[in-house]
Every structure is written in C-alpha cells, then in structure tokens.
C-alpha cells in the first residue's frame, strides 16, 4: 500500500497529507528510526523529542510505517475495514495535533505504535487491546487472577458514544480475537472517566454514556489525573472558571469541578458479555 492509499483510506485531510509529503526522510534515515521504533520504542520517543518540525515529521513517519502494515494483514486475512478503522486513529490524532499546536501533525506516537505493532485494533466504535493480567484484580464481587488473559477496552474520541454501536463492537471482538488469540477473551476491561460512578450525578440514566457504564462492575476509582476535565472541556487548566459551557455535561461538569470535585476515573470490567449481546 502506498502512502497516497492509507491517507485515503483513513480520510486523512489533504492540506495534512501534503504537509506530510514536504518532510524529507531519507530511505537510510527511515530504516534507522524503523529499527529503534520496533526495538526501544522510549529510546524512538526520546530522539523523536529533539527533532526539528517533530509533529509532522511524526506524522510523515507514521503514514511510511503504518502503510507497510497492512501486507500483515492481508498475510492473517484480517479485513481491510478492521485496517481502515484501525488506522483511522491517525486522522483523529493528527486533527487533536492541530487543535493543541496549530500544526498537522502527530504526538501521541507510544499509543499510536500499539496499531502499528498490532496489539490494538479498533472493531466498530471500539478499540481492543489484548492484555494478560500480571496481578489480581479485585473488588465489588470481581476477582481475575494473574495470568488471565482478556482485553482491554478504548474509546476512541470520535463522536457520540452509540449504546447499539458498542454493543455491535463486542460482539465483533468476541468473533475477531476468538480466532486470533485462539479463545474467548475471560474479561473486558476498562479504564477511563467513563466510568466513573459520579457520572451518574451529571447526566441522565438514559444516556449512552451511563448505558456504556452500566456493562461494568466497577472495581475501584482512582484520581491520577482529571482526564474528565481534559476529555469534557478539551483542556485541563488551572482557573475552572474559564472553561466552556456549550453542552448540557460541561455547564454541570463545570459546577462539580468549582465545587473542588473530580469525577475520578474509573476501572470496570465485563466478565460475561454474553449476556448483553
């Protein structure tokens, strides 16, 4: 697949493409940063750090490498739209990019490299990480044991949260990793401001959002970061009181944050998701 194809396929802006197209990376200089990538991908990241023009000289690498990905999936006969949705992850980040730093381009590179080494594929609106449990995890009636293996669970921030479209992912996952782990993921888990139970405080029982929440057993809520604010208002900064309020969730999310609260984030985990699809 060439570079012009997958930025087609993913719907990658054109003034972004050419951008791309502009940086010089030579066949030698590319093998070279190919070779960390796959080898030391935090020695990759920290040259990356120090390059001139590092968002679109990003972006131009990972359109290169990316591309060369998909003969591995025609090689395990994985469909073309698991590909296209997959690596759509680029158009959203490389728009993220511009939005931030007013240029086209990528930073979100270690996320971004979990679809170019395949360990994460998006199936409808979801995105699935195979993962296996390194250490129990219990609470509120669940326990999974070390060495359980099952999936991780992502959200890709693009567009509204469709219960029908989730559940439609699950039952994809269910299909797609039954054949290519060779077994059933045990658990699906996740870990995002999604779940977090004060939600439930912000918005309607019928929306998606407490629809999508509702799949989970929550496990335990943790405060590392106010990714609610980061996720609702686009930003977290230090005056509250300069955030937006142009939605119903960020005029009542605002309210909760003035009060010195934070949402927190939330583990949840499916341990039988037949009984939803």
């Known amino acids: ?20 197209w502009q ?10 940063e190919r070779k960390i990538f796959y080898e030391d991908i935090k020695a990759f990241l920290e040259g990356w750090k120090e ?28 469909p073309d739209d698991v590909f296209d949705q997959t690596f759509y992850d680029i158009t959203i980040w490389c728009r993220e990019c511009v939005r931030k730093h007013g240029v086209y381009g990528l930073e979100e590179l270690w996320w971004l490299g979990q679809s170019v080494k395949m360990n994460l594929f ?10 296996e449990r390194k250490e129990p995890l219990e609470g509120n009636g669940v326990r999974i044991e070390a060495g359980t293996k099952g999936l991780n669970v992502h959200i890709p921030e693009d567009g509204p949260l469709d219960y029908g479209q989730c559940l439609e992912s699950f ?15 045990a658990f699906y888990m996740c870990d995002s401001w999604l779940l977090s139970p004060a939600l439930k405080e912000l918005l309607p029982e019928n929306s998606n959002i407490i629809r999508f929440q509702n799949l989970f057993r929550i496990v335990k809520v943790h405060y590392a970061f106010p990714q609610a604010e980061q996720r609702i208002f686009g930003e977290v900064l230090e005056d509250k009181t300069r955030y937006p309020e142009h939605t119903s969730l960020q005029k009542k999310a605002k309210a909760y944050v003035l009060e010195g609260k934070d949402p927190g984030i939330g583990i949840g985990v499916i341990e039988n998701i037949d009984k939803y699809i």
């Open 171 to 185: 039952r994809r996952a269910e299909e797609f990793f039954a054949g290519r782990e060779k077994e059933k993921p």
């Open 23 to 32: 940086v010089d990376i030579s066949d030698e200089d590319y093998a070279a």
């Open 122 to 131: 998006r199936l409808g609106r979801l995105q699935f990480e195979p993962v």
């Open 51 to 78: 390059k001139e023009n590092k968002y679109t000289w990003a972006l131009a690498f990972y359109l290169r490498i990316s591309a060369e990905v998909y003969d591995r999936y025609v090689e395990e006969k994985i």
């Open 1 to 20: 697949m060439t570079i012009q194809e997958l930025a087609c396929r993913i719907r990658l802006p054109q003034e972004a493409y050419e951008a791309a």
